[in-house]
């Protein structure tokens, strides 16, 4: 019998089928390519959630990419001396939260002070954005589940 071939629209992925061991299906949609914002990304949905929660982000994942971290909690509009000590907190807090909550592990190269250090400095400017910042912890933090951990 032959299948018929379907078209799938532009921009539309290609779903991909699995079978645990249950014998169930269970669908899911192909893994998005290397350092895009996406919600199959623990490391991208972390740090979102983390916004929402100690940084009071508002808005929805998708728009979270290109949202700037200069409209977040910490930011100091008055004072790039207290931006500077706010973001060095935040980047303590973000770390201990990969670390110590999410069970994250460091990945090669990277440890507690060159992670502070890169976060922090992310923060202090303005146009860098929540998405942004998202695939910069993807970069240090390799997250329960990666491979190798």
Known sequence: MARKKTRRKAGQRKKVSTRRKTGRKKSSRRASA????????????????????????QTTFSEAEDYPVR??????????????????????????????????KYHPGHGFASAITFVAEFLTVGSNTVGGLGKALDSIYKMRGEQGL
């Open 34 to 57: 290397a350092g895009q914002w996406s919600l199959d990304n623990p490391a991208h949905t972390s740090t979102f959630g983390f916004m929402m929660d100690r940084q009071r982000l």
């Open 71 to 104: 409209n977040l909690r910490y930011w100091n509009e008055s004072s790039d001396s207290a931006t500077r000590t706010n973001a060095k907190s935040l980047a303590g807090q973000i770390d201990g939260y990969f670390i110590d909550q999410l069970g994250a």
